[in-house]
């Protein structure tokens, strides 16, 4: 496909213009207030440990730090893609035609699943989305944590732990944990705008946020409110499609989805006395989507002559709500000990809605004393998913004295409650015929049957449809002790009981030695669990398809169904891992670091989503069991197999200061190999290699890069700041749709200009993908090159948007 460079140059020329104007109109010699802000950034953090805080080198886990500077000199504007910019464990895949995942795409952490990471949000666990992943996309049959529904305009700071810390902190932490910590200043307010658009002139960005604070009582209290609005318009990248119509022409819509994102959060504490406090933070946000199936083409069976006489492309769209609200009691206790209690419930929903579709089934439907109905309506609602979680904590930690030794204690209990629902789509969303009674024959206009429900997305069914939970708690210890000054060592114990399959323990010890004061060397092991999610235990819908012309149910049967049953598939239970690191810390300057840390994480008895499970041609065992059941396909949720992650983390800074400027650079490596281990199963039926074919086994094991590198440069001269940021990503493989196909490696580079025209202003211009780069052609994909797909699909680190611009003016009063 040619790229025409028609972008909005007069838009961008007029922003240009202004900038220049406006920076020549500065005062040259204004202290930097970037400069300023560097000076009071935060360099502690608080995860891996509930002992004192520590600086990101102190730690005996490695953990990342994003400090504010980092997230405004960055260019993402959503929180998912800012973390893959910034730390290079993170990844943040693009997907298409791939249902809700276009616009809840997978975060996961060191290559694992989304499920397997833990997000806090000021150290309070933050809930799980709704929707579970189940196309051919990174984290298939998981439901992670949806990233983007945290405003970046609420954040102060990130703090990225890469190290299993299930026994410190809970299931879903096998691969590490994010805690993201807001705002909390007060006596001033912040405003920022942004607009940006891509070098083709499409996905136009409109971003403007607010923030502010003011005191509450006299004694240090503060009420943070942030509000933020985006709206993105949508990119196409897909060729021509030579396959479905004459002349060629684009049918297919691959690229980025239309959005319009509105944010609203808060971050308060109370004091009651010199004491105590009470606090609350949350946030609610609302976003709407807008992206596209398959085309259908003008002869298909899945399309009416009169209604659509050169085909269609059905819209899906998409409305998610997300809702979280903390508060809780904080007070300092005799002897230096503390005391915490909390309750945190948060909620995720995504609405499905279909348009610019058809029912054909509907369309075609016989009536009764002869004719056909011809008439079905062209949208209609297509289900909801919702999920919500209530958390109660109670921690109390201190020093304790056993005769001459000092230990840090801190030990809790934790209850939790999660809640899963599917709620029905409209009638026509899901029917086969106004009567949904498969013994009619309904045929399309070529004389085949007819598909059932609406085209695209087709609807849940009130069979599908379910309204279940179970709840779980949690008794944890963590103990500290420094038997010497340059030695710490650290264990961890967590017990926990689940109403639906049992109890678990875990642990963790972990130790940090520094010889010097230049050289430090830091090791962990641990045991982990991951529960399965109550959306992969209780998610099931059903899909009708054509399958040599005969009307197919696709099922994804929940456990303890009858087709699960049927086949000897038993229900889920516990992901259980092994992790260990061992690290290198290096401070040979007071103004250069190096730390280099290597793990594996091995993951027993792994949930994935099985491959589709079809009856033989001529009958067999799978044909005895399915057909029975009235059942044409099946996949489900199952414990197949078991995977070893290695890696090796490398991270490098070195700052130079001058008289009226400063040098920062940096480098972060990042090199880990997933491989799986064993395919099992428990039916004697189906194979492990049956159950989880290699398609799955290459998108587990090389959907995601390999090695993920980020090096930066940042450089700050008076009232200048330059940065320049590259990423690389490594190469990926997927098989699901063609043979085995590689995309190359690719560098990304990102560069932002900032002025202060203060210390409370700033204009900055910046370009995201510099170089323009695209994954590689897929040059091997049968059919999928000739209907438009020309570049990647299922794994797509970067996208294929190509090269953007943007500017961004922030002012604080």
């Known amino acids: 496909m040619t790229r025409a460079p028609h972008f909005k140059r007069s838009q961008l020329a007029g922003i240009i213009a202004g900038a220049v104007a406006l920076l020549a109109a500065g005062q040259s010699g204004a202290q930097s207030a970037a400069e300023e802000q560097a000076a009071k950034e935060q360099t502690v953090v608080v995860l891996g440990s509930r002992s004192v805080a520590k600086t990101a080198l102190d730690t005996s886990s490695p953990v990342g730090l994003i400090s504010l500077k980092d997230m405004q000199t960055a260019g993402p504007l959503e929180l998912g893609k800012l973390l893959q910019t910034l730390d290079p464990s993170f990844n943040?895949?693009?997907?298409?035609?791939?249902?809700?995942?276009?616009?809840?795409?997978?975060?996961?952490?060191?290559?694992?699943?989304?499920?397997?990471?833990?997000?806090?949000?000021?150290g309070k666990r933050r809930h799980q989305q709704a929707l579970v992943n189940v196309q051919q996309s990174v984290g298939r049959g998981s439901a992670g944590t949806d990233i983007n529904a945290i405003p970046l305009a609420a954040i102060h700071h990130i703090e990225v732990l890469r190290d299993g810390a299930a026994a410190q902190y809970g299931s879903d932490a096998i691969a590490g944990v994010i805690n993201i910590v807001l705002k909390s200043q007060i006596k001033e307010t912040s405003v920022s705008g942004t607009y940006g658009t891509t070098s083709e002139g499409d996905g136009d960005l409109y971003?403007?946020?607010?923030?502010?604070?003011?005191?509450?009582?006299?004694?240090?209290?503060?009420?943070?409110?942030?509000?933020?609005?985006?709206?993105?318009?949508?990119?196409?990248?897909?060729?021509?499609?030579?396959?479905?119509?004459?002349?060629?022409?684009?049918?297919?819509?691959?690229?980025?989805?239309?959005?319009?994102?509105?944010?609203?959060?808060?971050?308060?504490?109370?004091?009651?006395?010199?004491?105590?406090?009470?606090?609350?933070?949350?946030?609610?946000?609302k976003r709407k989507g807008d992206s596209f199936g398959f085309f259908r083409s003008a002869g298909d069976d899945r399309t009416v002559p009169a209604v659509s006489p050169n085909g269609f492309l059905p819209a899906i769209h998409t409305d998610i709500k997300d809702a979280s609200f903390a508060f809780?009691?904080?007070?300092?206790?005799?002897?230096?000990?503390?005391?915490?209690?909390?309750?945190?419930?948060?909620?995720?929903?995504?609405?499905?809605?279909?348009s610019d579709s058809i029912n054909t089934s509907y369309w075609y439907e016989p009536k009764p004393g002869g004719?056909?109905?011809?008439?079905?309506?062209?949208?209609?609602?297509?289900?909801?998913?919702?999920?919500?979680?209530?958390?109660?904590?109670?921690?109390?930690?201190g020093p304790v004295k056993l005769g001459d030794a000092s230990l840090f204690v801190a030990t809790g209990f934790e209850y939790r409650r999660d809640?899963?629902?599917?709620?029905?789509?409209?009638?026509?969303?899901?029917?086969?015929?106004?009567?949904?009674?498969?013994?009619?024959?309904?045929?399309?206009?070529?004389?085949?049957?007819?598909?059932?429900?609406?085209?695209?997305?087709?609807?849940?069914?009130?069979?599908?449809?379910?309204?279940?939970?179970?709840?779980?708690?949690?008794?944890?210890?963590?103990?500290?002790?420094?038997?010497?000054?340059?030695?710490?060592?650290?264990?961890?114990?967590?017990y926990e009981k689940y109403s639906d399959f049992g109890n678990t323990v875990t642990g963790k010890l972990s130790a940090r030695w520094d010889p010097t004061k230049t050289v430090g060397v830091r090791g962990s092991i641990s045991s982990g669990f991951r529960a399965p999610s109550v959306q992969q235990?209780?998610?099931?819908?059903?899909?009708?398809?054509?399958?040599?012309?005969?009307?197919?149910?696709?099922?994804?049967?929940?456990?303890?169904?009858?087709?699960?049953?049927?086949?000897?598939?038993?229900?889920?239970?516990?992901?259980?891992?092994?992790?260990?690191?061992?690290?290198?810390?290096?401070?040979?300057?007071?103004?250069?670091?190096?730390?280099?840390?290597?793990?594996?994480?091995?993951i027993r008895d792994r949930i994935v989503f099985s491959s589709e499970i079809a009856p033989e041609a001529n009958g067999g065992?799978?044909?005895?069991?399915?057909?029975?059941?009235?059942?044409?396909?099946?996949?489900?949720?199952?414990?197949?197999?078991?995977?070893?992650?290695?890696?090796?983390?490398?991270?490098?800074?070195?700052?130079?200061?001058?008289?009226?400027?400063?040098?920062?650079?940096?480098?972060?490596?990042?090199?880990?190999?997933?491989?799986?281990?064993?395919?099992?199963?428990?039916?004697?039926?189906?194979?492990?290699?049956?159950?989880?074919?290699?398609?799955?086994?290459?998108?587990?094991?090389?959907?995601?890069?390999?090695?993920?590198?980020?090096?930066?440069?940042?450089?700050?001269?008076?009232?200048?700041?330059?940065?320049?940021?590259?990423?690389?990503?490594?190469?990926?493989?997927?098989?699901?749709?063609?043979?085995?196909?590689?995309?190359?490696?690719?560098?990304?580079?990102?560069?932002?200009?900032?002025?202060?025209?203060?210390?409370?202003?700033?204009?900055?211009?910046?370009?995201?993908?510099?170089?323009?780069?695209?994954?590689?052609?897929?040059?091997?994909?049968?059919?999928?090159?000739?209907l438009g797909f020309t570049r990647c699909w299922e794994t797509c680190p970067f996208g294929v948007n190509g090269r953007s611009m943007y500017v961004r003016a922030d002012t604080t009063f």
């Open 92 to 122: 943040f895949s693009s997907t298409f035609i791939s249902d809700g995942t276009d616009s809840i795409r997978p975060a996961t952490l060191r290559s694992l699943g989304p499920d397997q990471v833990l997000v806090l949000v000021n």
């Open 621 to 786: 065992p799978i044909a005895n069991v399915l057909r029975p059941l009235g059942v044409g396909q099946a996949q489900f949720f199952t414990n197949a197999v078991d995977t070893r992650t290695r890696g090796l983390d490398i991270v490098a800074e070195h700052t130079s200061r001058f008289a009226s400027s400063a040098l920062v650079l940096s480098g972060q490596l990042g090199f880990n190999k997933t491989e799986v281990a064993k395919r099992h199963s428990t039916s004697s039926v189906l194979s492990g290699e049956t159950l989880f074919d290699q398609a799955q086994v290459t998108l587990l094991e090389r959907g995601q890069p390999r090695k993920h590198h980020v090096v930066a440069a940042d450089y700050t001269n008076g009232a200048w700041n330059l940065n320049a940021r590259a990423n690389y990503y490594g190469e990926v493989q997927a098989q699901s749709f063609s043979p085995l196909h590689t995309w190359d490696a690719k560098w990304l580079v990102d560069t932002s200009v900032r002025y202060a025209f203060s210390k409370r202003t700033f204009l900055s211009l910046g370009v995201n993908n510099l170089f323009d780069q695209l994954p590689s052609e897929w040059t091997n994909g049968g059919d999928f090159p000739k």
């Open 328 to 354: 809780g009691y904080r007070r300092d206790l005799a002897n230096d000990w503390k005391a915490d209690i909390s309750i945190n419930h948060g909620a995720s929903e995504l609405a499905f809605h279909e």
């Open 207 to 285: 971003s403007a946020s607010a923030n502010t604070g003011v005191a509450l009582g006299q004694d240090g209290g503060y009420l943070n409110l942030t509000v933020e609005a985006r709206k993105r318009g949508e990119t196409n990248r897909a060729g021509a499609d030579s396959l479905r119509v004459n002349p060629p022409r684009v049918t297919q819509h691959i690229g980025d989805s239309n959005t319009r994102d509105l944010y609203f959060w808060w971050n308060a504490a109370l004091p009651i006395d010199k004491d105590s406090e009470f606090y609350a933070f949350g946030g609610v946000s």
């Open 371 to 397: 004719g056909i109905y011809a008439e079905s309506p062209r949208e209609a609602d297509t289900g909801t998913l919702k999920f919500n979680q209530t958390t109660f904590n109670a921690d109390i930690k």
């Open 537 to 602: 235990e209780f998610y099931s819908s059903v899909s009708t398809n054509l399958n040599n012309g005969v009307l197919t149910e696709t099922l994804t049967a929940r456990q303890g169904s009858a087709v699960t049953q049927a086949f000897g598939i038993a229900p889920l239970k516990e992901e259980t891992s092994r992790n260990a690191s061992v690290g290198l810390v290096l401070r040979p300057a007071s103004n250069m670091s190096l730390t280099v840390d290597a793990y594996q994480i091995k």
């Open 419 to 494: 809640n899963y629902q599917i709620v029905a789509g409209d009638p026509v969303s899901y029917q086969y015929g106004r009567t949904n009674n498969p013994a009619i024959r309904i045929v399309g206009q070529n004389g085949n049957t007819a598909a059932s429900g609406i085209q695209g997305f087709p609807g849940y069914t009130p069979a599908t449809a379910v309204d279940d939970g179970r709840h779980n708690i949690a008794l944890f210890l963590d103990v500290e002790h420094k038997p010497v000054d340059n030695v710490t060592l650290a264990g961890a114990v967590r």
